[in-house]
């Protein structure tokens, strides 16, 4: 890809900020096709549902669509049209994208991706974030949006040390933000952008004014340890509770993908040579994403199109970042789902087909300053990519108290 | 691939064992080649340790020798010199190597390899079993040697609906045995193959003479599953056993491959379609093992050859067994490491760099009917493929008594 290398602010040395634009080689989209049509596949799997994963019939749909009528350049026209940027934090290059509002009072934003997410998860909500009176907000909705990209993923640098975890990360979002000359900012995340957000509520920088979560840690530990083990649930859960605490066992017994990213990143060096076997891993974070997905290459019309899907993947491709992303999980000495303890203002979005459906009960106790709580009706893990609407809606009430 | 299919024994129609041989069109390895050659690596690993699994630099080592200096056609021949077979069993075809002993009397033994292995396991061991006396043994410490590969593994067919797990195979094997003429046998194995080859020894008990495994399940359950959990290691091991302890908390953190082949098989196509790939997951099964092959692909000279290793993991490329292979995790519902309540007479060998060493003291409880133990001071998972001839001692040794 190209990097523009003209500077575009100087805030002192060692801290320019670089406009960025995509344009990968022909070549590397040709050496992506090639390797798809030479896909070498296994036999069918030996069950009829995903009880094993991603089925055959799903991964050759997807390969065929990706090979036949996918065109990368479309997303990156998408992208290359709002303002991206590279600057060097705690020495590491961070991309990011920053779209400032026209409204005189917007409120500053950084949303962070997760796993296995990108900055194409985000395409259709900046510009209703930015520019709310074009998408039918009003002007005191408005957002300056950053979203970076995290180290190891997308157009970052890949860390070639150890220390990159989410502490870290959070650190450095806040060294963004006021580079960019913010003093005054909310935060957001889902899955890794989660906890990346919850670990700058905890380090509470005074800039932070409050964060919105779609994956809340508020789990109380007692329970996650149950849950983690399998247990029954113990008695005395409210009915939700109880939905709550299955949901969590399921997670764990079938997140193994994160736990042998935790352990062993290297052995995913299969995935930075075979694009479909990547896409094989990458949509199968967990199972009802999966459904979607399946059901996006059967041929159903939902919230996902199959452009969608492989607009993400193929980042990951072009810029061969599966192994550097894993090892994310390697770093991370966090637990997912626990109170990390936030006094910060905080705002929850709850998904019903979130890795679990956060009850009232556990969010107020987890933080202790809980400014806004929904419960949506549709929606899974990546809302702002499946559910655009009810996302920025969510980000537009979620904050409106903390507006001066 | 090439395969003969004239029929050596008709036994009935569905009871056929067809001779087998076969021959890798050329067509294949160019594939092969071609597709090592063009590996798209990641960035380097950035500790400078093993403790995120293979090292770009042992990656980049095994492709580069893979790739100009590796012979298939080596193995192969020596595969096609041995007595190799094909039948149905239970609906699906079962190869396997067979090698009758020139010596009357010999105890028929059947020996299963486990993951990520195959046949190639097993080669060194083949000779010094059915032919002692060419081998510093005697005449009278002679095995007839039957070698499956398991369902979904090498020449094996591959299971299309799901069922194949340790029972059904272990049944397999004892219809394989009796299929062959061997009403009595002996069964050894590590890994997958000690694991069946210990339900065999409890399902079948009357057509079992004896067991011998180098993956003793033997773990007490409390002391399983208190392991599996992390917990610190009970007050009143001995030190021996607080050591096996300890390994178990660490192979419990580290196989994490298991859990992820057990839950998602099919998430893991990218080894089916990357050599390298599939390489880098197949070489990463134990630190131990790990470690003794980086220092092969390194220079080192020790248990296991690059050919060793490469001839196993070509074997799987060129059958396209990667993921089939990954399913006997999916099918398992067995805890690995605990008794299944064996009463014939068992073997036991215990290599210090196995997944946990098995103390006397443990294998004494899961065995009641132990006629053999023998604690090695060198060795590791892959016993037949690394120390033969401390495996083939402890054979011909642990079984002397059931002749």
Not at chain 1, 27 to 45: C, F, P, Q, V
Not at chain 2, 234 to 255: G, I, M, N, R, T
């Amino acid at each position: 890809m190209e990097t523009s290398t003209a500077t575009l602010e100087e805030v002192g040395s060692g801290e320019l900020i670089h406009p960025f634009r995509i344009n990968f080689p022909q070549a590397d989209l040709d050496d992506l096709n090639r390797r798809i049509l030479a896909t070498r596949w296994s036999e069918k799997e030996t069950v009829d549902d995903f009880s094993q994963g991603a089925s055959l019939a799903t991964l050759q749909a997807l390969a065929n669509y990706w090979a036949t009528s996918y065109n990368w350049r479309i997303i990156e026209a998408k992208m290359n049209a709002l303002p991206q940027f590279i600057t060097n934090i705690d020495g590491l290059d961070i991309h990011f994208i920053h779209v400032r509002s026209k409204s005189p009072n917007a409120l500053p934003i950084i949303i962070t991706p997760g796993w296995p997410a990108s900055i194409t998860h985000y395409i259709k909500v900046i510009s209703p974030l930015a520019d709310p009176e074009a998408f039918g907000g009003t002007a005191e909705k408005a957002f300056d949006v950053v979203i970076p990209s995290m180290p190891g993923y997308g157009f970052s640098g890949k860390p070639t040390r150890t220390g990159w975890g989410p502490e870290r990360i959070a650190k450095a979002w806040v060294v963004l933000m006021k580079r960019l000359g913010y003093d005054k900012f909310v935060a957001q995340g889902g899955d890794w952008g989660a906890l990346i957000t919850e670990q700058m509520a905890v380090q509470a920088a005074p800039e932070l004014i409050g964060i919105h979560t779609n994956m809340p840690g508020v789990v109380p530990p007692e329970l996650d340890g149950a849950a983690f083990t399998g247990m029954p649930a113990p008695s005395g859960l409210s009915e939700e509770e109880k939905y709550a605490y299955e949901q969590l066992v399921f997670v764990y017994q079938h997140v193994y993908y994160a736990f042998y990213m935790a352990s062993r990143p290297q052995a995913l060096a299969a995935l930075a040579d075979s694009p479909v076997g990547m896409a094989a891993f990458l949509i199968d974070f967990d199972t009802r994403g999966l459904a979607l997905i399946a059901r996006a290459f059967a041929g159903q019309n939902e919230s996902l199109t199959r452009d969608d899907i492989l607009d993400n993947i193929t980042l990951f491709w072009l810029t061969n970042t599966a192994v550097s992303a894993a090892r994310l999980y390697r770093e991370n000495k966090l637990a997912y789902f626990s109170p990390k303890g936030i006094t910060i203002p905080v705002a929850v979005s709850a998904f019903p087909d979130e890795l679990y459906l956060a009850p009232r009960s556990w969010v107020e106790k987890a933080y202790t300053n809980l400014i806004h709580y929904n419960k949506l009706d549709k929606g899974g893990h990546f809302p702002a990519w499946e559910q655009p609407e009810l996302f920025v809606n969510e980000m537009r009430a979620a904050f409106s108290s903390l507006r001066g | 691939m090439e395969t003969i299919t004239e029929t050596l024994e008709e036994v009935g129609s569905a009871e056929s064992i067809r001779p087998f041989q076969f021959t890798f069109p050329q067509a294949d390895l160019d594939d092969l080649n071609r597709r090592i050659l063009a590996t798209r690596w990641p960035e380097k690993e950035p500790v400078n340790d093993q403790s995120q699994g293979v090292p770009l630099a042992t990656m980049k080592a095994l492709a580069h020798y893979w790739a100009t200096e590796y012979d298939w056609r080596k193995v192969e021949a020596k595969l096609n010199a041995l007595p190799q077979f094909i039948t149905e069993i239970d609906g699906l075809d079962i190869h396997f190597i067979h090698v009758r002993s020139k010596h009357a009397n010999a105890l028929p033994l059947i020996v299963t390899h486990g993951w990520p292995g195959s046949i190639i396991e097993q080669m060194k061991i083949i000779g010094p079993l059915t032919d002692p006396t060419a081998y510093g043994g005697k005449a009278e410490d002679a095995f007839d040697v039957v070698i499956p590969s398991m369902p979904g593994y090498g020449f094996s067919g591959k299971p299309s609906t799901t069922g194949w797990g340790p029972d059904r195979i272990a049944d397999a094997w004892v219809t394989l045995m009796k299929r062959l003429g061997y009403q009595k046998f002996v069964a050894q194995g590590g890994d997958w193959g000690g694991l069946i080859t210990d339900v065999m020894a409890a399902r079948s008990p009357e057509s079992l003479l004896g067991m011998a495994t180098n993956f003793p399940c033997a773990v007490p359950v409390e002391i399983n599953n208190a392991a599996f959990g992390g917990a610190p290691a009970p007050d009143d091991l001995s030190a021996e056993e607080k050591q096996a302890y300890d390994q178990l908390v660490f192979a419990y953190k580290h196989v994490s491959y298991a859990i992820i082949m057990g839950s998602r098989p099919q998430t893991l196509l990218a080894t089916a379609d990357s050599p390298v790939g599939l390489a880098t997951m197949f070489i990463d099964h134990d630190q131990p093992s790990l470690a003794l092959i980086s220092r092969v692909f390194a220079g080192g000279s020790e248990g296991l050859t690059r050919d060793d290793v490469l001839d196993n993991i070509t074997l799987c490329w060129l059958t396209n067994t990667a993921v089939s292979g990954y399913r006997l995790y999916w099918e398992n519902k067995h805890p690995f490491v605990a008794p299944f309540g064996v009463k014939i007479p068992v073997v036991v060998s215990a290599f210090p760099d196995e997944l946990y060493q098995a103390p006397k003291s443990w294998a004494e409880k899961a065995y009641p009917n132990m006629i053999y133990y023998k604690k090695h001071n060198k060795g590791g998972h892959f016993a037949a493929w690394e120390q033969p001839e401390l495996l083939v001692n402890d054979i011909r040794e642990g079984f002397k008594t059931l002749r």
